[in-house]
């Protein structure tokens, strides 16, 4: 049986980058192959780790099972806010680009998911189709918006960038030019369940339905301006023609 060694290959692979796409041939082989998913866990098991894994996301992951975590952090796990030693507004800044990156994503993954399925009523034969990729639905955060909205509460703007590059480190953001993007770690060690009921009732969902009420507005006045540029363009073309 070769399938203990391709489990501690596939364990060995993951400790060693962190995170891997799902789409990594030992992975894919893994999420088909419940033998295989239990002999990483199990191999993980015996260093204290668990395999992350769900849908919403890209990649795959490690974490500390939570039963040991008193053991190697001490008393003072047990009080922390994370284990990754990131300063408080820095977790806070996390908790905000999770709002405003994943839970929008998750409802646009769920919106197609649900179009594909009543789609597929109509197909008979049509094969099981794939739960939209974070890279396709996952939003992107403007740093400037970012700054004039929660610059005051997060330490300003050299605190800010301090914090977004320790995000960036630990993998739970990308940077790409003035835009923060999702990380291959952001929807997958913040516990969904657990979190977006949290902020979806609490004062931050006020914040985003702002957030959300000022891209609409956003997306509106550029349609406006597209269809006056259009027109416009009609209007001189139709002038050159009479000239």
Do not use: C
């Not at 990156?101 to 769920?110: H, S, T, W």
């Not at 049509?126 to 639905?137: C, D, G, K, L």
């Amino acid at each position: 049986m070769n399938t203990p060694d391709e489990a501690a290959l596939l364990a060995a692979e993951l400790l060693a980058r962190r995170w891997l796409p799902r789409q990594h041939p030992k992975v894919k082989r893994a999420l088909v192959d419940a033998d295989l998913w239990q002999a990483v866990q199990d191999r993980l098991a015996q260093v204290g780790l668990r395999l992350v894994d769900n849908i919403h996301a890209d990649n795959v992951t490690t974490a500390m099972v939570r039963t040991v975590e008193h053991a190697v952090f001490g008393e003072a796990a047990l009080n922390s806010h994370n284990n990754i030693d990131l300063p408080r507004d820095a977790v806070s800044l996390l908790v905000v680009l999770w709002s405003l990156i994943v839970l929008p994503k998750r409802e646009r993954q769920a919106a197609r998911d649900a179009s594909a399925e009543g789609d597929l009523q109509d197909e008979m034969f049509s094969a099981e189709r794939p739960m939209p990729r974070a890279e396709s639905v996952s939003p992107m955060v403007s740093y400037k918006a970012l700054l004039a909205d929660f610059g005051v509460q997060l330490g300003k703007k050299t605190r800010l960038d301090g914090n977004l590059r320790r995000l960036e480190n630990h993998g739970f953001i990308v940077r790409k030019g003035e835009d923060i993007g999702e990380g291959p770690l952001l929807d997958l060690l913040l516990d969904y369940d657990v979190l977006a009921p949290r902020i979806l009732d609490g004062t931050l969902s006020e914040v985003l339905a702002r957030t959300r009420a000022q891209k609409d507005a956003k997306a509106a006045d550029d349609k406006v301006i597209e269809a006056s540029d259009a027109a416009t363009t009609a209007e001189e073309k139709h002038t050159g023609e009479d000239n």
